[in-house]
């Protein structure tokens, strides 16, 4: 069930004022590895990890509730980083790990700048992190702390973004804000098709129809299955999150 701020106030005139409120109450925002490395598309950028810490402080201040899964990529990304060279599995179980250690640094990061957060992970690890129990995050976002999700499901040959959207699910978010390396999603590759289109808005069935990568298959039949919209946009400006939760019209919704 949405809960979606009430965006009018009825004024001492008896009018209705628009009021600047957050969209959405509750979010699961989706971050790629990648993103946190800057640049250098390898490693951490403790100046961007910042940045996008500043903007998740404004939005729980806000009275937001955020769920965050991050992605590994920066370090390893499973099956690619991994190739012919090992078995699947346990190259997918390596890139398991690297999105804790994304999942550490952001935590950190938010700590500092005075943060609650608490991160939980699909495959225990009790020295470091809560192990991922459903009601005890729901318990967390309630209370205002952030809550940062870890080792994707816990299973091998499931990518970061099915973990994002079956955590949503599992949370009840509004919607899942999936911040990446490119602002909307598009009928081909930008960077390959100068004549490529974006679209404001998409059906699931379209991005299925079309083949467009914006997540993987599974992750897109979960999202539709659920019915949970997935906001795809950029991080370059991590104010873009903000305007995201607000209710601003930038990059693509799917639903």
């Known amino acids: ?24 109450k509750r979010v699961l925002l989706k971050v790629s590895g990648e993103a946190l490395a800057g640049d250098a598309s390898r490693g ?5 990890i910042g940045r996008v ?39 997918d179980h390596m890139g398991m790990l690297a999105t804790v250690i994304n999942c550490l640094a952001v935590a950190d990061v938010l700590e500092q700048k005075n943060v609650e957060v608490r991160v939980q992970t699909a495959i225990q690890m009790q ?23 870890g080792c994707g499901t816990g299973n091998p040959f499931f990518s970061t973004d099915t973990g994002a959207v079956l955590r949503a699910a599992e949370i009840d978010a509004d919607v899942i804000l999936l911040a990446k390396n490119i602002d909307g999603v598009y009928n081909a590759d930008p960077n390959l098709d100068p004549k490529a289109v974006k679209y404001d808005s998409i059906s699931y069935d379209d991005v299925l129809a079309q083949h467009l990568g914006v997540m993987d298959f599974t992750a897109t039949s979960l999202s539709m299955d659920n019915k949970i919209p997935v906001l795809l946009f950029a991080l370059k400006d991590p104010e873009n999150i903000k305007r995201a939760i607000m209710g601003e019209k930038i990059g693509t919704i799917m639903n």
């Not at 951490?44 to 961007?48: G, H, I, Q, R, W």
């Not at 404004?58 to 012919?84: A, H, L, P």
């Not at 020295?127 to 999700?149: C, D, M, N, T």
């Open 127 to 149: 020295q470091i992190a809560e192990p991922y129990i459903r009601s005890k995050a729901i318990r967390h976002l309630e209370r205002g702390r952030v809550v940062i999700f």
């Open 44 to 48: 951490l950028d403790f100046e961007v």
């Open 1 to 24: 069930m949405c809960r979606c701020a009430e965006p009018f106030l009825k004024t001492n005139k008896g009018a209705y004022a628009i009021m600047d409120q957050p969209k959405y």
């Open 53 to 91: 810490c500043d903007v998740i402080k404004e939005c729980v201040d806000m009275g937001v509730q955020i769920g965050i899964v991050v992605g590994g990529g920066n370090f390893w990304r499973g099956k690619k980083d991994g190739g012919e060279n090992m078995v699947r599995v346990r190259a």
